[in-house]
């Protein structure tokens, strides 16, 4: 089929979409190869999704689905209206890859809120920044915590920093702030990524797979594209990829957010699309976003293996890692949180009254502090956290935990913790630089001389 009758066919059954949306138990429309005794062909048509066909006779007239669409073969495919692949405690797959993955790597586990799904793959921004990228309704609204692969603080990975949830797409990206900003141009038992594409009407059915936290590794066909309709929850999707596995279990509850992947050979394999959603009654049956377009509305690129990933040095916490690097003592701050920042997550999650202190802290106002610093040396240690005095805060932090350091054996930690805490208040309102270098306020000096 030429460029002309294909855009065409696509006119055809975009004015036919509403019309069939009207017959009863239809719920979707797509452009897809037809198929004759449940076996493809090579035939392009118009594919008409029906919740159940019905014996002919018992079919109204006005209810009847033409064989043709202005010259155009139609076709049906047989399926429940399309729900997410979300997974909560109420509908979760038999299967869960629990592992943790460090570095991070597609195919793999993401926790945040009260689901879980999948990480796809990772992308990153123009200035190199890299971010975890997978389904909106798996990463949550912005600022929800992300964690790989459990809900615990040693996990954590970052914070949702966009997220798209429409009719057009369902993908979010998540920071990356615990681990160097970087992630692997790599999707788990799949491979390394070497691009995208955009399928063509002339290469379906197109070979994929795709790697997920409930199902694993498993394989099919892109075989419709253009897929519009109602989901199950009554919302409308547009222009979807439409998936046809080769066995009973392509695709499950938690795999949402998978990267639909077209192999080329074992060193080369490109994104087409992220999955969100499943026929309940088949889970032979996907359907992804196309990548490039989600790519194009987040500002963002699938990362590659020809890409070169940023260097520690040029990420958020590699430039703090310098900052603090210029004194001795700085570098010992530094040395204490790089060898134990694991072990200090877990005491805060796990200890029940270093949580119950934890939560009682203003957390979201001490992290920007230290987000700003790590982005401005130069900018001023605040007086007040949030409503609270930062002398207060601090003093009420090392009370905690300088007490559970004594109490299991951690003599160097607390020495840190406290000398931290002296640094930090006896510098207010002076800034990070001056004071990590040892030149007092202005007002000290001038009081001194």
């Known amino acids: 089929m030429d460029e002309t009758t294909f855009e065409q066919m696509k006119q055809a059954k975009e004015y036919f979409h509403a019309t069939a949306m009207t017959i009863p138990g239809v719920h979707g429309t797509s452009i897809g190869v037809k198929r004759v005794q449940g076996k493809l062909t090579d035939q392009l048509a118009i594919c008409i999704h029906l919740t159940r066909k019905r014996p002919l006779g018992t079919i109204p007239l006005e209810e009847l689905l033409p064989l043709e669409v202005d010259g155009f073969l139609t076709d049906v495919i047989e399926h429940a209206p399309i729900i997410r692949c979300e997974a909560k405690s109420e509908a979760r797959a038999m299967y869960e890859d629990s592992s943790k993955y460090r570095p991070l790597v597609g195919g793999t586990k993401l926790s945040a809120g009260y689901s879980f799904g999948t990480l796809g793959c990772i992308v990153r921004k123009p200035d190199g920044s890299c971010y975890a990228l997978s389904a909106a309704h798996v990463l949550g609204e912005v600022g929800s915590t992300v964690y790989q692969p459990a809900k615990v603080k040693c996990d954590e990975l970052g914070t949702t920093v966009a997220a798209q949830e429409c009719s057009q797409m369902d993908a979010a990206i998540a920071s990356l702030d615990y681990y160097y900003d970087a992630g692997l141009a790599h999707i788990r038992e799949i491979g390394d990524v070497t691009g995208t594409h955009d399928p063509g009407h002339d290469e379906l059915p197109l070979p994929v797979a795709k790697r997920g936290a409930s199902t694993g590794l498993s394989f099919g066909s892109v075989v419709a594209f253009n897929y519009s309709g109602m989901a199950a929850n009554r919302e409308r999707f547009q222009d979807m990829l439409f998936i046809d596995g080769r066995g009973d279990e392509f695709v499950d509850h938690g795999d949402s957010g998978s990267a639909i992947v077209h192999p080329i050979d074992a060193e080369h394999n490109l994104v087409v699309g992220l999955l969100w959603g499943k026929a309940p009654d088949a889970n032979r049956i996907g359907v992804a976003t196309p990548i490039d377009r989600i790519t194009g509305a987040l500002g963002v690129s699938v990362l590659t293996t020809h890409y070169t990933v940023r260097a520690p040095t040029e990420t958020l916490l590699g430039r703090f890692e310098a900052f603090l690097g210029e004194t001795a003592r700085g570098k010992a701050y530094w040395d204490a949180y790089a060898h134990n920042r694991i072990y200090f997550r877990h005491i805060f999650h796990q200890v029940p009254r270093l949580a119950v202190m934890w939560r ?90």
Request: glycine content about 8%.
């Open 360 to 449: 009682r802290m203003p957390v979201a106002d001490m992290i920007e502090a230290l987000r700003v610093a790590m982005l401005d040396p130069d900018t001023v240690i605040p007086a007040k956290l949030g409503g609270h005095d930062t002398e207060d805060v601090m003093w009420d932090l090392y009370e905690g935990l300088g007490k559970f350091l004594q109490a299991n054996h951690q003599p160097m930690l607390q020495q840190q913790a406290a000398s931290f805490c002296r640094f930090v208040c006896g510098n207010i309102g002076n800034t990070w630089r001056n004071a990590l270098h040892g030149i007092p306020l202005p007002e000290a000096s001038t009081a001194e001389s």
